[in-house]
């Protein structure tokens, strides 16, 4: 079962209203594999993400997960799963420490022993558990500072913490580097990458910047007006005719 793809998506389709936005998206993402969905402003990749966590269900297709059918569950069934997306930065807790804001989705993952909890032992615990994570993500330093005090950059490693506290199989990121300085955006993509590759959580990221998204993707989906325009590695894809036309406007040259 090991070669089971994490996910795998079959002619998807999602309309609002009778307005078609993706359509017949069939694509499977093999476990532990770094993946990127790109495609112009409006192709569709928002909707790809809200409908495969479970935001809203699919108007047409399946969805599997690890093998088992997902379509149409709910986004809180899916985390218990292990398929999760990152959260809006407003979904942090502002007045809570960054170490009180990773306890939260750990109590919640733990609440199975929910008696346990009255024990020091197991807070003691979960706060190890909670240092383990924010060490992970590189702020395990700011701890204790409360989260509305940070840097824009490290408000979404918070973000990032809370989504990896829940031990998730599958992530995915819906412009994870939105917002950032260079800095900023060099710092989650290295981390982005090194969890990928000690831990073997499964990224599936959309990222405008395709520098980035060639340097770390291993495979790449390219959406265009809602359809699958083209699946490969980056250097299929950096050549791709059509991929080509549909970002540069018609140059194959550029
Ligand atoms: N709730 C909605 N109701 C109706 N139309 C919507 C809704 N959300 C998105 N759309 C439309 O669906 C299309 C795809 O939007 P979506 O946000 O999925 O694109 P995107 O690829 O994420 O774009 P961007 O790169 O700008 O984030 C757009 O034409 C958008 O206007
Ligand atoms: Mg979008």
């Not at 929910?114 to 701890?143: C, R």
């Given at each position: 079962?090991?070669?089971?793809?994490?996910?795998?998506?079959?002619?998807?389709?999602?309309?609002?209203?009778?307005?078609?936005?993706?359509?017949?998206?069939?694509?499977?993402?093999?476990?532990g594999e770094l993946t990127a969905l790109i495609g112009p402003n409006g192709a569709g990749k928002t909707t790809f993400y809200n409908v495969v966590s479970g935001r809203f269900p699919p108007s047409k297709g399946k969805i599997f997960f690890k093998g088992r059918d997902i379509t149409g569950m709910p986004a809180h069934k899916l985390v218990s799963l292990g398929l999760l997306r990152s959260f809006q930065i407003t979904n942090i807790f502002p007045n809570l420490?960054?170490?009180?804001?990773?306890?939260?989705?750990?109590?919640?993952?733990?609440?199975?022993?929910?008696?346990?909890?009255?024990?020091?032992?197991?807070?003691?615990?979960?706060?190890?558990?909670?240092?383990?994570?924010?060490?992970?993500?590189?702020?395990?330093?700011?701890?204790?500072?409360?989260?509305?005090?940070?840097?824009?950059?490290?408000?979404?490693?918070?973000?990032?913490?809370?989504?990896?506290?829940?031990?998730?199989?599958?992530?995915?990121?819906?412009?994870?580097?939105?917002?950032?300085?260079?800095?900023?955006?060099?710092?989650?993509?290295?981390?982005?990458?090194?969890?990928?590759?000690?831990?073997?959580?499964?990224?599936?990221?959309?990222?405008?910047?395709?520098?980035?998204?060639?340097?770390?993707?291993?495979?790449?989906?390219?959406?265009?007006?809602?359809?699958?325009?083209?699946?490969?590695?980056?250097?299929?894809?950096?050549?791709?005719?059509?991929?080509?036309?549909?970002?540069?406007?018609?140059?194959?040259?550029?």
């Amino acid at each position: 079962m090991s070669d089971t793809p994490v996910l795998k998506i079959d002619n998807l389709g999602h309309s609002y209203g009778k307005f078609m936005v993706i359509e017949d998206i069939s694509i499977t993402v093999p476990k532990g594999e770094l993946t990127a969905l790109i495609g112009p402003n409006g192709a569709g990749k928002t909707t790809f993400y809200n409908v495969v966590s479970g935001r809203f269900p699919p108007s047409k297709g399946k969805i599997f997960f690890k093998g088992r059918d997902i379509t149409g569950m709910p986004a809180h069934k899916l985390v218990s799963l292990g398929l999760l997306r990152s959260f809006q930065i407003t979904n942090i807790f502002p007045n809570l420490t960054v170490l009180e804001n990773v306890m939260v989705p750990l109590l919640l993952h733990y609440k199975k022993g929910y008696s346990l909890w009255h024990s020091l032992k197991n807070e003691k615990a979960l706060y190890a558990k909670a240092e383990e994570v924010l060490e992970k993500v590189g702020i395990l330093s700011e701890a204790k500072r409360l989260a509305h005090e940070l840097a824009y950059g490290d408000k979404r490693l918070v973000e990032m913490a809370i989504v990896l506290a829940r031990e998730p199989e599958l992530v995915l990121l819906d412009e994870p580097t939105a917002g950032m300085n260079p800095e900023e955006t060099e710092r989650m993509i290295s981390l982005i990458k090194e969890l990928s590759e000690r831990f073997g959580t499964t990224f599936f990221l959309t990222e405008h910047d395709m520098n980035v998204v060639f340097s770390i993707a291993k495979r790449i989906f390219v959406l265009h007006h809602g359809i699958l325009l083209a699946t490969g590695t980056p250097a299929e894809i950096r050549i791709h005719p059509e991929v080509r036309k549909a970002y540069l406007g018609g140059s194959a040259d550029a």
